[in-house]
C-alpha cells in the first residue's frame, strides 16, 4: 500500500471504530432494563459484537503505525477527550426510549449492511478480513433489527408514534455516512474502500421503501450534516462515564 | 423413615416416591410428586431464576465504566449469560406447572424473594472482581450440587449453568489477583470490596443447619445432598489460603485453624443482618425493585406493541 | 397472551450436520419469528450448533396424552407431514426422529408409534411442519459460528490457576 494512504486510511478506521464503540456502550445501558428479558439477552449480544468490531477496528488503527502516544485500543477509548474521537453523531445520543434505540441500531446496521460489502473487497487485506468477519454478525443484526422496528411501526398507535419521533430525530443525521469526505477520495481511488457516493442513492431508496411499508413518513432531510469532528455535549457524558475508572488510575493493569 | 402424608396422598406413593430418589431416578415433568415437593421445587427454582435476573443489575451499571475493553467485553458476556440462566431456570420453574407472568408478577409485588446477596450494592470496580470471585464462586459450589438433583428438568438446567459459570468465576478471581498485586490504590479498593462482601458472600449458603428445618427433607428429596453448613465451609476452606497468598486479609478477627479437621473456622455470623436483608430491609433492596418494576413499566408499550402485531398478522383484532 | 405470558415454544437445537435435532428448552415469544432469532441468542451462545427450530407448544400433540382433551381442528381432507420427536427414556430430551404424513396429529402419532413398535420410547411427539419455523442453512455462519470468537465465554481463556501457584509459592505473579 502507498504510505501516503495511511493516515488517511486510518483517520477513515478511527471513525468506524469509534462508531461501533459509542454505539455499543450507548446499547449496554440497556442491560438490565430492557422491556423483558429476550430482549435484554439479545440487545445485550448486539452490544458484545459491536465492542468486538470496535476492538477490531482499532487495531487495524494501531497496526498502521501511527506515531501518536495514544495508539493502543485501550489508550485510544480512555484516554482521549472528546474532540478527537470521530464517530457519527447519531451514535453519541443518548439512548432515549426503546423505539429510539431500536430504530438508531437498525440504521446503523442497514448502513453497515450497504458499506461492508465494499470494505470486503478492500485491497488492504486487514480490513478485508475484518470486514469479513463484521459482515457475518451483522447480518444477524440487520435481521434482528428489522424484526423489531417492523413490530414497533406496526404495533400499536403509541409504538408507532414513538417510531415516527425517532425517525424524525435520526433520518437526517443517518445521512452522516454516505456525505462524501474529500479526505477519502485518494482511498477510494486506490480501491481500498468504497465510494459513499455510489451506495447512498440505493441505501436511501430501500430504507425509504421499508419505511414506508412500516407506515412511517420519512422526513425530508433539511438540516446541517455534521462532520465526524463535530460533537455534542451528549459524548462529554458519555466518556466521563465511560473513562471514569481508568483515568482515575493511569497507568494501572486492570 | 415414612414420610408424612396429607389427605391426598398415600404411603405408597410417596415410599414408592422416596424409592425412585434413592435409587437415583430422575423425577420428570408429568411424573407423580408430593404436592410439597412441587411446592418446594417452584419456591426454589423460581427463586433462582429471579436471583440470575436481579444480579443483572449490580454488575450491568458499571459496564459503562469498566477499565479497558477486555473487561467490558467480559462483563457484557457474564451479563447476559445471567438473563439466559434467567431463561433457562423460568422454563424449568414451568415445567412445575407455574406460568412466567405469574413468576414476575411475584417477583416485582415482592411476594417472592431472590438471593439476598443482590440486596448489597456495588460501590467500586473492585466490586466486581469480588463479585465473580465470591458471588459466584458460592454459587457454582451450589449448583453443582443441584446439577445431580433428583428433579430433571432443574438438573438439567443447573449442568447447562455451570458449564457456562466457570468463566464467570475465573474473571472475577482474575481480577482480584490483579489488582491485589496492583498499585497500593488497587490493593486497597479490593481490600475495601473483600472486607464488605465477605460476610454477605457467607450468608448466601443460607441459615446454619440447626435453623434449617427444610434440609432434611430436601436430603430425603435428594434435591440436597449437602447442608449450608457444608458447603459454606468448603467455601471458606478454598477462598482463605487464596485470599492471604494474594496479601489479602479476611474481615473475620475470630478467623482460626483447626488442625484437627483442617477446617478454617470463622467467627460469628451476624444472622440478624441475614433476617433483615431478607425481609427487604437491606442496603438497596428498595432501589433494586424499584429498578426491576421501572423496566416493567416502561416496557410495557413495548411488548403491547408486539402482542398487537402478532395479532395483526394473525388476522385477529388487537385487544 | 397476556403482558409477560407470551405464547411458549420448544427449541431444538443441532449440533453435527446429519444428527438429530434434541430439545434444549423452550422460550416465550409473541410470533415466531421472534421466537426462531430468541432462542438464537438464549440457547446458541457458545458453539456446537448448526440449525434451529422453534415449535408453537400449542402444535404439538403427545402420544401418551397429556391428560386434557384438547380441541381439534377440523382435520383437512390432505395429508401433510409432521415431524416426529421422540423421547427414548427419562434422561433424554426429545430428539427429532423423521418425518410421517398423515390428515390429522392422531393420525400422524398412530403411524409414528407403529413406525417404532420395536424400539423403547417413553413418550413421542408430533407437530405440522408447517407450523415450525427453523434457521436458513445459509444463515449458519452469520447465526452460530460468531460463538466461535469469543474465547473469554470459556473458563479456560483465564489464568487463575497459574497465577494462584505462583502466588501460593510465595512468588508474584507473571503479567504477560
Not at chain 1, 43 to 72: M, S, V
Not at chain 1, 141 to 156: C, I, K, M
Not at chain 3, 49 to 77: F, K, T, Y
Request: glycine share 6%; proline share 7%.
Amino acid at each position: 500500500m502507498n504510505p501516503e494512504l495511511a493516515a488517511p486510511l486510518a483517520d477513515f478506521l478511527l471513525g468506524r471504530a469509534d462508531d461501533e464503540l459509542v454505539l455499543s456502550h450507548r446499547n449496554s445501558e440497556w442491560t438490565g432494563h430492557a422491556p423483558i428479558l429476550e430482549e435484554d439477552i439479545a440487545f445485550t449480544n448486539i452490544a458484545l459484537d459491536e465492542l468486538g468490531h470496535a476492538q477490531l477496528l482499532y487495531g487495524l488503527y494501531a497496526e498502521l503505525g501511527r506515531d501518536d502516544p495514544i495508539r493502543t485500543p485501550d489508550q485510544l477509548v480512555y484516554f482521549r477527550e472528546a474532540p478527537a474521537f470521530r464517530n457519527a453523531q447519531l451514535a453519541e445520543l443518548p439512548i432515549g426510549d426503546w423505539a429510539f434505540s431500536m430504530l438508531r441500531q437498525y440504521l446503523f446496521d442497514s448502513i453497515e449492511a450497504s458499506w461492508l460489502p465494499g470494505l470486503t473487497s478492500s485491497r488492504y487485506q486487514p480490513l478485508a478480513e475484518a470486514a469479513a468477519k463484521i459482515a457475518a454478525e451483522e447480518r444477524y443484526h440487520l435481521r434482528h433489527t428489522q424484526a423489531r422496528v417492523r413490530r414497533l411501526a406496526g404495533g400499536t398507535d403509541e409504538s408507532q408514534r414513538r417510531m415516527q419521533t425517532a425517525l424524525e430525530a435520526q433520518w437526517p443525521l443517518a445521512q452522516q455516512w454516505f456525505a462524501a469526505e474529500p479526505a477519502h477520495a485518494q482511498l477510494v481511488e486506490a480501491g481500498l474502500i468504497p465510494a459513499a457516493e455510489s451506495l447512498a442513492p440505493r441505501w436511501f431508496n430501500e430504507q425509504v421503501a421499508f419505511f414506508e411499508a412500516c407506515g412511517l413518513a420519512v422526513p425530508a432531510v433539511e438540516r446541517h450534516i455534521p462532520q465526524r469532528d463535530e460533537h455534542t455535549e451528549h459524548l462529554v457524558d458519555l466518556l466521563s462515564e465511560l473513562q471514569q475508572v481508568a483515568r482515575a488510575h493511569p497507568g494501572a493493569v486492570w | 423413615m415414612s414420610e408424612p402424608a396429607n389427605g391426598r396422598e398415600t404411603q405408597d406413593q410417596l415410599a414408592a416416591f422416596v424409592a425412585r430418589i434413592a435409587r437415583g431416578e430422575k423425577i420428570e415433568p408429568g411424573d407423580w410428586m408430593p404436592d410439597d415437593y412441587r411446592r418446594q421445587l417452584i419456591r426454589m427454582i423460581s427463586q433462582h431464576a429471579h436471583s440470575e435476573i436481579v444480579g443483572m443489575l449490580p454488575e450491568g451499571a458499571w459496564i459503562t465504566r469498566a477499565p479497558n475493553l477486555r473487561r467490558k467485553m467480559v462483563l457484557l458476556a457474564k451479563v447476559q449469560d445471567e438473563a439466559g440462566h434467567g431463561e433457562y431456570l423460568y422454563h424449568a420453574a414451568e415445567t412445575l406447572g407455574v406460568s412466567r407472568q405469574e413468576m414476575i408478577d411475584d417477583l416485582l409485588s415482592g411476594r417472592a424473594k431472590y438471593s439476598n446477596i443482590f440486596n448489597y450494592p456495588t460501590l467500586t470496580w473492585a466490586d466486581i472482581g469480588v463479585i465473580g470471585y465470591f458471588v459466584d464462586g458460592a454459587a457454582i459450589l451450589n449448583q453443582t450440587m443441584l446439577a445431580r438433583c433428583s428433579y430433571g428438568p432443574y438438573a438439567r438446567a443447573n449442568i447447562r449453568i455451570c458449564a457456562e459459570e466457570s468463566f464467570h468465576m475465573k474473571q472475577g478471581k482474575e481480577m482480584v489477583i490483579r489488582l491485589s498485586q496492583g498499585s497500593s490504590e488497587q490493593r486497597a479498593m479490593v481490600q475495601d470490596a473483600v472486607n464488605r462482601w465477605w460476610w454477605p458472600t457467607l450468608m448466601m449458603f443460607g441459615p446454619p443447619d440447626d435453623e434449617s428445618p427444610n434440609t432434611p427433607q430436601l436430603v430425603r428429596w435428594g434435591i440436597k445432598t449437602r447442608t449450608n453448613d457444608e458447603l459454606r465451609q468448603t467455601f471458606i476452606n478454598n477462598l482463605v489460603p487464596e485470599l492471604r497468598a494474594m496479601g489479602l486479609s479476611v474481615p473475620d478477627p475470630d478467623l482460626t485453624f483447626d488442625e484437627a479437621s483442617g477446617n478454617w473456622l470463622p467467627g460469628a455470623i451476624d444472622w440478624d443482618e441475614f433476617w433483615r436483608v431478607v425481609k427487604g430491609d437491606g442496603p438497596v433492596n428498595r432501589q433494586r425493585m424499584a429498578a426491576r418494576r421501572a423496566a416493567h413499566d416502561d416496557g410495557r408499550w413495548v411488548r403491547q406493541a408486539f402482542e398487537a402485531y402478532a395479532q395483526k398478522q394473525a388476522g385477529r383484532q388487537p385487544a | 397472551m397476556s403482558d409477560t405470558q407470551w405464547p411458549r415454544f420448544y427449541v431444538f437445537k443441532q449440533d453435527v450436520p446429519d444428527g438429530p435435532h434434541l430439545n434444549c428448552g423452550s422460550i416465550h415469544a409473541p410470533d415466531i419469528e421472534l421466537a426462531l432469532l430468541n432462542a438464537r441468542d438464549v440457547f446458541v451462545r457458545r458453539p456446537a450448533c448448526v440449525s434451529l427450530w422453534v415449535v408453537p407448544a400449542e402444535a404439538i400433540h403427545r402420544n401418551p396424552p397429556a391428560g386434557e382433551a384438547e380441541d381439534q381442528p377440523q382435520p383437512p381432507d390432505t395429508a401433510e407431514p409432521f415431524v416426529v420427536f421422540l423421547k427414548a427414556d427419562h434422561r433424554q430430551p426429545h430428539q427429532s426422529a423423521g418425518e410421517v404424513e398423515a390428515v390429522s396429529a392422531e393420525q400422524a402419532l398412530a403411524l409414528a408409534e407403529a413406525e417404532r413398535s420395536g424400539e423403547r420410547w417413553v413418550e413421542l411427539w408430533v407437530a405440522p411442519a408447517a407450523s415450525m419455523l427453523g434457521s436458513d442453512p445459509a444463515d449458519q455462519a452469520a447465526w452460530f459460528a460468531p460463538a466461535d470468537d469469543k474465547p473469554y465465554r470459556h473458563g479456560s481463556f483465564y489464568h487463575t490457576e497459574t497465577a494462584m501457584r505462583q502466588l501460593m509459592a510465595g512468588g508474584s505473579i507473571d503479567e504477560s
